[in-house]
């Protein structure tokens, strides 16, 4: 089955960068595009970032864009988010995401990120 195992998180002051990356298996991780989330307490999940599955095209939330960095390597089964100048309001569990069909898709358990002084 398939499993994203989340990793890097922790406690950065404002202004730092975290990697976070995310190992994926129980599928052909290199046939499709993956997605970062995060959840904030008190609100939604919201989307991060995205790549597809040759790394080739990337999107990201406004909220993000200049700052974060998605990347993957096909080769080790995994998708990294690069995140610098770090502000108080990207503190949220970041989840990894994948969707393999129309009717199946899967998150990781989460890493959370606090960016605090």
């Known amino acids: 089955q398939v499993q994203l195992v989340e990793s890097g998180g922790g406690l950065v002051q404002p202004g730092g960068s975290l990697r976070l990356s995310c190992a994926a298996s129980g599928f052909t991780f290199s046939s499709y595009p993956m997605s970062w989330y995060r959840q904030a307490p008190g609100k939604e999940r919201e989307f991060v970032a995205v790549?597809?599955?040759?790394?080739?095209?990337?999107r990201y939330a406004d909220s993000v864009k200049g700052r974060f960095t998605i990347s993957r390597d096909n080769a080790k089964n995994t998708v990294y988010l690069q995140m610098n100048s770090l502000k108080p309001e990207d503190t949220a569990m970041y989840y990894c995401?994948?969707?393999?069909?129309?009717?199946?898709?899967?998150w990781g358990q989460g890493t959370q990120v606090t960016v605090s002084s």
């Open positions: 995401y994948v969707k393999t069909s129309v009717w199946d898709d899967s």
């Open positions: 790549i597809t599955d040759t790394g080739v095209v990337k």
